[in-house]
């Protein structure tokens, strides 16, 4: 027989979902109408998208990376380069290769964790990555010459200041894409799903079209392919609980950023965890609380021991074997990988579930100080 876990001592992830009744409802309704997909449901979703980003187009797709994917393959020619930040999921970096592209690596700001533009060099464009939620706002980045597409896969309900009014990541200034993912653990799910929000139309009837196997000019049963496609459809089901999930989105930045806002005031005052920060002129979507602390492994070990799973954000994809030619001295992106600790932070996490990590982070430090 299984043990009973007490509630005391139940998993805390880092990153949970929360869906409901009227996720729920809403798959009903799609598995009881006409269409399971490429119905009223993903052009819903896409709407929704555009209003709440104030963004142009939308075009939903199976996933994060089939969302770089595509905007990769639509905005790089083989051998172009292409700046991005080697702290993220690898799918950031795979999208440059799935477009023969060459990825290039720069340092990131070691009080942000966001990757710095390097304006000595040509390049074709750049993946910006918000990471944690944080929209880099490098003033920099104005100067870059070259396009620019933003990896928001954390950061959707983020929001940045601009001519004093606050924007939702995706309405941006300087980038031609915005990508979204969907995944569970992300600021809203669709089980798994992922966007292109763009200004841009050519661009977004391009996507659409390699979404879909580049199928154009139906003409009864005959229709024409001028190139490789992709089935990169996201179903009616899926957007179903995208729209439902949409609508929940304030009331899960709120929840996260009071969770943020309560592990930066119970942790301040211990010098050996240093804390994210978010500067005036934005607002994160806190997908992650990532945090950098002595004895990094240790403490890891220490919280799995009590059935909290952090985690660490992330290994440099240049230390990986498909990736190691591409290893540079990235002296900011070494210091965080060799001490961040990413800490539970999702909507439905109780305060007695953060009092168990905040307990355990204090009660290494504080003892030690006295
Ligand atoms: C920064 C970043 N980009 C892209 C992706 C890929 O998104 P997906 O898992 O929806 O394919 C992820 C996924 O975690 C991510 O963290």
């Known amino acids: 027989m299984?043990?009973?876990?007490?509630?005391?001592?139940?998993?805390?992830p880092y990153g949970y979902h929360e869906v409901g009744k009227e996720?729920?409802?809403a798959v009903k309704k799609i598995l009881?109408?006409?269409?399971?997909?490429?119905?009223?449901a993903v052009e819903e979703f896409e709407k929704s998208l555009c209003e709440f980003t104030?963004?142009?187009?939308?075009?939903?797709?199976?996933?994060?990376?089939?969302?770089?994917?595509?905007?990769?393959?639509?905005?790089?020619?083989?051998?172009?380069?292409?700046?991005?930040?080697?702290?993220?999921?690898?799918?950031?970096v795979n999208s440059i290769s799935y477009a023969n592209a060459i990825p290039v690596f720069n340092d990131v700001s070691i009080e942000t964790y966001l990757l710095e533009p390097d304006l000595s060099m040509k390049y074709k464009g750049a993946i910006i990555v918000h990471f944690a939620g944080l929209p880099n706002t490098c003033n920099e980045w104005k100067n870059?010459?070259?396009?620019?597409?933003?990896?928001?896969?954390h950061s959707l309900g983020a929001e940045r200041l601009v001519n004093n009014k606050w924007q939702q990541i995706g309405h941006s200034r300087y980038s031609i894409a915005t990508i979204l993912s969907f995944h569970p653990v992300k600021s809203i799910t669709t089980c798994e799903g992922?966007?292109?929000?763009?200004?841009?139309?050519?661009?977004?009837?391009?996507?659409?079209?390699?979404?879909?196997?580049?199928?154009?000019?139906?003409?009864?049963?005959?229709?024409?392919i001028e190139k490789v496609g992709f089935n990169?459809?996201?179903?009616?089901?899926?957007?179903?609980?995208g729209i439902e999930q949409l609508k929940k989105l304030p009331k899960f930045m709120e929840k996260r950023r009071e969770i943020a806002y309560r592990y930066i005031e119970e942790l301040r005052n211990?010098?050996?965890?240093?804390?994210?920060?978010?500067?005036?002129?934005?607002?994160?979507?806190?997908?992650?609380?990532?945090?950098?602390?002595?004895?990094?492994d240790r403490i890891y070990r220490q919280l799995l021991d009590n059935n909290i799973k952090c985690q660490v954000h992330y290994i440099p994809v240049y230390k990986f074997s498909l990736y190691k030619h591409l290893y540079k001295d990235l002296p900011n992106v070494e210091k965080i990988f060799a001490s961040e600790l990413s800490l539970p932070i999702f909507p439905a996490l109780s305060k007695t579930q953060q009092n168990r990590v905040i307990e355990i982070l204090k009660s290494n430090f504080l003892k030690t100080k006295r």
């Open 2 to 12: 299984k043990k009973a876990v007490s509630r005391k001592n139940q998993i805390i």
């Open 23 to 25: 996720e729920e409802q």
């Open 32 to 40: 009881r109408g006409r269409y399971l997909t490429q119905g009223n």
């Open 54 to 92: 104030n963004s142009r187009y939308a075009v939903v797709v199976s996933s994060g990376t089939a969302a770089l994917h595509l905007a990769m393959i639509s905005l790089c020619n083989p051998g172009d380069r292409i700046l991005t930040s080697p702290l993220t999921f690898v799918a950031t």
């Open 144 to 153: 870059f010459d070259g396009w620019i597409v933003e990896d928001a896969a």
């Open 194 to 224: 992922g966007a292109i929000l763009t200004s841009d139309r050519n661009l977004a009837d391009e996507l659409r079209k390699l979404r879909s196997h580049c199928i154009s000019s139906r003409k009864g049963y005959l229709y024409e």
């Open 232 to 241: 990169y459809r996201l179903s009616d089901l899926n957007c179903a609980i």
């Open 270 to 296: 211990v010098e050996e965890i240093i804390l994210p920060i978010e500067h005036e002129e934005v607002r994160s979507a806190w997908h992650l609380f990532p945090v950098r602390i002595k004895n990094r």
